[in-house]
């Protein structure tokens, strides 16, 4: 039987995106890529967030799923949302989490605000990774031409646990991101696919940014995206360290701390439903 089968879930949302988060802590089993996907059919979501037992001096372990059954190294946005979850149900203000990023911190801001530690960029070339070498990730060599619209180029390119590829924009809205997305995601210099992010600079305190998000598409928040745009952009001197980014889902702050360099991100989450995942439909989609 399915992992999922008659699970209970949480949802919750992060600025609108959209996190189902499942307890495996008592009976840790793998979900398959399957399994996930038949999940989004029945509750869509951005991504999957499932809790273990911690390996190691954690709160839980997490692993991470998009909405097309990839795995994710890295969620900004889910992360506040089990946060909170675990903070309501042990009455601890500060959690660590072991991910397959590495660990995160999370510490309470507010009643339902929630700061993540998202530790340090990455910059190298290999370590993002991309298919060749570049010298300088602030700008790399990508020439994209979408139909209707500004050409892009030399998009700065930064790991947050997981690759993201930012556009430098006049105005994000004026691309179909939907049409875009899944071929800049796809494009042969990233191996393992990318986050894709138009991004204007607003001012030295501000950045509005639209994501395509890897294996989850248009999203109306995506956490390490806004923590990759505020790195790359103070990277350039367009910004200071601190600054607000601008989702469509809402404003999230993001500090890339000068004392050791890890990148904080603070904003709100928003508890949904509970529910439970129907065993007869992850049955149909072969997930059983």
């Not at 089968?5 to 992060?14: D, I, L, P, Q, S």
């Not at 928040?221 to 367009?238: F, I, T």
Request: glycine letters at 8%; aromatic letters at 6%; charged letters at 20%.
């Amino acid at each position: 039987m399915s992992v999922l089968a008659n699970r209970e879930f949480v949802k919750m949302n992060g600025l609108g995106n959209e996190v189902v988060i499942v307890d495996l802590r008592r009976e840790p089993q793998v979900i398959s890529a399957v399994e996930a996907c038949a999940a989004a059919r029945q509750e869509p979501y951005d991504q999957l967030m499932a809790l273990y037992p911690a390996q190691r001096d954690g709160d839980a372990a997490v692993r991470i799923y998009n909405s097309d059954g990839s795995e994710a190294g890295a969620c900004g946005n889910g992360m506040r949302c089990l946060a909170a979850l675990i903070s309501a149900e042990t009455g601890k203000s500060t959690l660590r989490f072991e991910t397959p990023a590495g660990p995160i911190v999370c510490s309470a801001a507010g009643a339902t605000t929630f700061t993540v530690d998202m530790g340090q960029p990455r910059f190298r070339w290999d370590q993002i990774p991309l298919k060749r070498q570049m010298p300088d990730t602030r700008a790399i060599d990508l020439t994209f031409a979408p139909p209707g619209a500004a050409i892009l180029k030399s998009p700065s390119a930064v790991s947050m646990g997981n690759p993201h590829v930012i556009f430098w924009v006049d105005d994000p809205q004026a691309y179909d991101l939907r049409q875009i997305g899944p071929q800049l995601e796809h494009h042969p210099l990233f191996p393992q696919r990318a986050n894709v992010t138009l991004a204007k600079i607003a001012g030295r305190g501000r950045i509005a940014v639209r994501t395509w998000e890897r294996g989850a598409g248009l999203t109306k928040a995506c956490g390490s995206a806004a923590c990759a745009a505020a790195v790359a952009a103070a990277r350039l001197d367009r910004t200071g360290r601190k600054v607000t980014v601008t989702l469509p889902g809402g404003d999230l702050a993001i500090e890339w701390r000068e004392t050791d360099d890890h990148v904080l991100m603070t904003g709100p989450i928003e508890y949904e439903r509970k529910g439970r995942f129907d065993a007869a439909l992850l049955a149909a989609a072969g997930a059983a």
